[in-house]
């Protein structure tokens, strides 16, 4: 007959032995499905004055003496990073030992977040033999937990408002930022983990993405204006002080997410980025050298365009003359309504190729721009 294994009745006993405690205290605990294993065994919801609240977390549960390491107990933590980390509910560890009959217990999120924040992969998670739950320790543990799911659900609340605000869709591990200015105005500050520059949206600018990163941040006096003394500018945007100062620390602060991630590495630049950021420098060249266009078209024409599937398609578009038209007079104040066709000539007549580079390098030097035509210093 087949045998139940040691290890399942050590896993059923652990479950069983932190449910009765939990209901004890007249908390809600659900068993989840464990056709598959998600790395959770339980939903637990708290009561207050056997009243239901809103505050739910997720519990991993382990029995059995192999869990034991020096001090405490190790939860794998497997191919659940992510989940634990970045998920709806805080996911809490809870350790059943057989020889004393204790259970003892641990914040996964928690521990993993801060490992993340300081560049390290966390394996397993640890849970101290000082953390007993228990019945005399139950209520510090309710109390605990409780401010956690909190916190973690308001900053979960924060971000979805501000993703509506904007537009942006931010990422689970991202690190998302807000800053109002004197005028009202919103900026929300928006770094991906591994990418080498970060994200400004602002509500002045209809929340186009200028893509920064700190070595563009620095002052500038404008001609004409002496009495604005030198102005706080970012890539494209110009600040106030107290922007510039809310932006520099926004870099300090989340200088460890530009670093290579221990757990995933971008395979490559976000096309929007690229995008976004390849319109810029055409925008910055044509207002700064207003018969760029007109130079770089004909330099096109006399070199012609060598890989046979970009010459067609270079042909087709200039077989159109309302594309032409549109892409002469291309300018700052008509890009952005202009028709994709009209760029694409656009950038075709300007640039060569565009080479991209590792993913944690600043954005300049991620993104190589290889023009047709080399700048041409201006007076």
């Not at 652990?14 to 939903?43: C, H, P, W």
């Not at 186009?208 to 563009?216: F, R």
């Not at 994709?340 to 300007?350: G, H, Q, S, T």
């Amino acid at each position: 007959m087949p045998k139940v294994s040691s290890g399942r009745r050590a896993e059923t006993a652990a479950v069983n032995a932190l449910k009765a405690l939990l209901e004890s205290r007249n908390l809600i605990v659900q068993d989840i499905d464990q056709r598959n294993d998600f790395g959770e065994d339980l939903y637990v919801q708290f009561t207050q004055d056997r009243e239901v609240t809103g505050d739910v977390i997720k519990v991993q549960v382990k029995g059995g003496t192999s869990w034991r390491r020096a001090g405490g107990f190790g939860v794998p933590v497997g191919d659940h990073a992510a989940v634990w980390a970045d998920g709806n509910l805080p996911v809490i560890c809870v350790v059943h030992d057989p020889d004393l009959g204790n259970l003892y217990w641990a914040n996964a999120t928690d521990q993993l977040l801060n490992a993340r924040r300081k560049l390290v992969l966390l394996k397993a998670i640890f849970v101290s033999e000082n953390d007993v739950l228990d019945g005399d320790s139950l209520e510090d543990f309710i109390a605990e937990t409780r401010r956690f799911v909190n916190r973690y659900r308001g900053n979960h609340a924060v971000r979805t408002q501000l993703s509506e605000m904007s537009g942006a869709e931010f990422g689970a591990s991202d690190v998302v930022l807000h800053f109002v200015n004197e005028h009202g105005e919103d900026l929300i500050f928006w770094q991906c983990r591994g990418e080498g520059f970060a994200t400004l949206l602002h509500s002045d600018l209809d929340w186009i993405p200028e893509y920064i990163g700190p070595e563009m941040l620095r002052f500038e006096s404008f001609e004409g204006h002496p009495d604005l003394g030198e102005v706080p500018v970012l890539g494209d945007t110009v600040l106030d002080h107290a922007e510039a100062m809310w932006i520099a620390a926004c870099f300090a602060a989340t200088n460890w997410a530009r670093k290579p991630a221990p757990d995933r590495q971008h395979a490559s630049i976000r096309a929007e980025v690229a995008d976004n950021y390849v319109e810029r420098q055409v925008l910055r060249r044509i207002t700064a050298e207003p018969d760029l266009l007109v130079r770089s078209a004909a330099a096109v024409h006399v070199s012609r365009i060598a890989e046979p599937a970009l010459a067609q398609e270079f042909d087709e578009l200039e077989g159109d003359p309302n594309i032409v038209d549109e892409a002469m007079t291309a300018s700052e104040a008509t890009w952005w309504d202009m028709s994709l066709e009209a760029k694409r000539l656009v950038i075709m007549y300007l640039i060569d190729r565009v080479t991209i580079g590792a993913p944690t390098d600043p954005i300049n030097q991620q993104i190589q721009i290889a023009w047709r035509l080399a700048h041409r210093p201006q007076g």
